[in-house]
């Protein structure tokens, strides 16, 4: 144990047991004179395995304030204030007026984006807040938390970043120490990295129009009801959960789906189709939209915020999605729902579509798409578009004269 414990000390400093049994720490340092001198303070818990993590946890809060300009005994007592702050604030109720903040102001997330992506992370911390080795300050809070998600993951940089909204909001309205229950300046730590995921597969056309006939040959209903379901997000660039949000004005196709975030609102938009191609040059006759007005069914889902994970689930079942899967490994790629997406984004950027519309058309930022998407910006069309602005320079006065 004093191995482990060695690895979170302060400059200088040894851990042990004292005549009590309790552990005990202790600084030795140089005076002038050349003599050596020391100085050690008794922590609060018993010398035994049962409180490693309750010591740890301490000796950082000490190595902390002490890096900070405290000698060893002022950073042991400023260490025993942030521990008794744990049981000074109301963390359950801090919680519930966070939630209520988030639904209320700024974007106004919703209840499932709410539960999805902020309960699991807050409800965590307030658990280590009521168990027992309760972290002492803020980072080692956020870190204990987010420890249940894989290291460098998407989810667990939602986690870490909601987790920290909840610590600075707790600071800001609620007077919870800032010295002590600030989240970390920088996350990227908390975040963590891992090995690099591969890309994710744009179908070809070909591929699109393969996995529809192979959908389609099952025969039953679920299939054929799927097999519509990716024709309308292959030529509509549509996220799964849209499926289900899409309403006529008048003549026009639309997708109502509203996407919260803490970055702002998406708004409802016209769908635009980039139709597939089949072998012989000529646009798919799938008539989408005749269908959907005829009301041919979609896919049965529950909660149409779980369609990309129920899509996912039956398309992996499927021979024609595993035979497609392959064809995407050899590029060392994945297959995924999404995958019709990106074919959207594909198909647009090749026939120099301009990104602002490409990304109005699939419901997310300019800065979004071009983050996701700017793979699919070939060299060829970039050239392109330089020849066409700058192949024959113009003077000012003849751009003037224009």
């Not at 922590?43 to 000796?59: F, K």
């Not at 499926?243 to 789906?257: H, I, P, T």
């Not at 790629?333 to 602002?356: A, D, G, M, Q």
């Not at 066409?388 to 224009?402: P, R």
Request: contains cysteine; glycine residues 8%.
């Amino acid at each position: 144990m004093r191995g482990q414990l060695r690895h979170h000390l302060p400059s200088r400093c040894n851990i042990g047991p004292d005549k009590t049994g309790r552990a005990r720490l202790q600084q030795r340092f140089a005076m002038a004179d050349g003599s050596i001198s020391s100085k050690s303070v008794a922590l609060p818990y018993a010398w035994s395995e049962a409180h490693e993590h309750d010591l740890i946890q301490r000796a950082r809060m000490i190595a902390k304030f002490m890096v900070q300009g405290e000698d060893l005994r002022a950073a042991a007592t400023l260490a025993n204030g942030a521990s008794s702050e744990v049981t000074r604030y109301n963390w359950p109720a801090i919680a519930a007026a966070f939630e209520k903040h988030k639904h209320e102001h700024g974007a106004g997330i919703s209840s499932t984006t709410w539960d999805r992506k902020y309960n699991p992370v807050v409800a965590r911390m307030i658990e280590l807040m009521s168990g027992q080795g309760v972290p002492i300050n803020g980072p080692n809070l956020l870190e204990a938390a987010v420890r249940q998600w894989e290291l460098g993951s998407r989810s667990r940089q939602i986690a870490t970043q909601n987790g920290a909204a909840f610590l600075r909001y707790a600071v800001e309205r609620h007077g919870v120490s800032s010295r002590t229950w600030s989240p970390p300046h920088n996350l990227t730590n908390v975040v963590g990295r891992r090995v690099p995921s591969r890309e994710q597969f744009a179908l070809s056309d070909a591929q699109v129009i393969r996995l529809v006939e192979g959908l389609q040959a099952i025969g039953n209903d679920e299939a054929v009801s799927w097999a519509f379901a990716v024709q309308l997000c292959a030529e509509y660039g549509l996220r799964p959960t849209e499926l289900f949000r899409l309403r006529f004005k008048g003549d026009q196709l639309w997708c109502m789906y509203c996407k919260k975030s803490g970055g702002g609102t998406t708004k409802p938009r016209r769908l635009l189709l980039a139709p597939v191609i089949d072998l012989d040059g000529s646009p798919m006759q799938w008539r989408l939209e005749q269908r959907l007005l005829a009301g041919e069914r979609l896919p049965q889902v529950v909660d149409p915020s779980l369609a990309g994970d129920r899509m996912g689930r039956f398309l992996r079942r499927q021979v024609i999605w595993k035979q497609l899967s392959i064809e995407a490994e050899h590029l060392g790629e994945e297959l995924v729902p999404y995958s019709l997406r990106h074919r959207y984004s594909s198909t647009c950027h090749r026939n120099n579509v301009p990104p602002k519309f490409i990304a109005e058309a699939m419901g997310h930022s300019l800065e979004t798409h071009l983050r996701r998407y700017a793979r699919f910006v070939s060299q060829g069309a970039a050239a392109a578009a330089f020849e066409t602005a700058f192949g024959v320079v113009k003077t000012e006065q003849e751009l003037q004269k224009c």
